[in-house]
């Protein structure tokens, strides 16, 4: 399996501050994705990386892949009550179907 | 334009009854997937369709079944249903196969509940 995996599972932390979540993947991937889920509706697109692709960034997003490590990072910036949500990792591979991992849980204090 | 409509938003049925949920895609997307969500875990792949053909199928027993439609839209089919189907379903569109660089656009799902 291809499972992404994030870690941690849970991380609250202060408006302002910036949050880190990590997601581990099993086999090899043509590209990573991250997606954000409010209270257990849709999911919504964030970003993507190209396993060429070593950093991308959007907005107050920062997105690292290291795929000798079979590795991604997260990384918000300046975080907002607004940001509080669940974040999943998804990989695909060429042929496949997304697998995703079973989610970080960030709760922004006010 | 709209995005992915799923209906119904809720559903309460009981043991041994079936199920039929719906999907519109957006407008231009030819590929929906299918995903079970169960509450503090991550989507599950069920079934992915493009073109109207079956393309996947995740690891989801043959009471799971499902099509699409000449416009795109898509059911999903669930029979004698087990507490353990009490999920989120969630339906994702996008414009090709996903395996790609596609981006999936998400419903807000089914709230599917099995007394």
């Known amino acids: 399996s291809q499972q992404g995996e994030e870690d941690p599972q849970a991380l609250s932390i202060q408006e302002g501050e910036n949050a880190t979540m990590n997601c581990s993947y099993k086999?090899?991937?043509?590209?990573l994705q991250w997606y954000r889920q409010n209270s257990g509706r849709g999911l919504v697109h964030l970003i993507l990386i190209r396993s060429n692709e070593r950093e991308k960034h959007s907005g107050r997003l920062r997105v690292t892949l290291d795929t000798s490590k079979k590795s991604s990072s997260l990384l918000i910036t300046a975080s907002r009550a607004a940001d509080t949500a669940s974040y999943f990792c998804?990989?695909?591979?060429?042929?496949?179907?997304?697998?995703f991992g079973p989610g970080t849980r960030l709760s922004v204090l006010p | 334009d709209a995005g992915v409509t799923q209906s119904p938003t809720h559903l309460i049925k009981t043991r041994g009854q079936h199920v039929t949920l719906r999907c519109s895609p957006i407008s231009g997307h030819k590929s929906v997937s299918w995903y079970q969500q169960v509450l503090g875990q991550g989507p599950q792949f069920i079934f992915q369709y493009y073109e109207k053909e079956e393309r996947g199928r995740g690891n989801f027993p043959d009471r799971f079944s499902a099509r699409q439609f000449p416009n795109y839209s898509s059911e999903l089919n669930v029979n004698a249903l087990l507490l353990g189907d009490s999920a989120l379903y969630l339906c994702a569109s996008s414009f090709s196969k996903t395996g790609s660089d596609e981006k999936l656009f998400f419903g807000s799902g089914t709230q599917l509940s099995v007394l």
């Open positions: 998804a990989t695909s591979n060429y042929g496949q179907n997304f697998v």
């Open positions: 086999t090899s991937i043509n590209n």
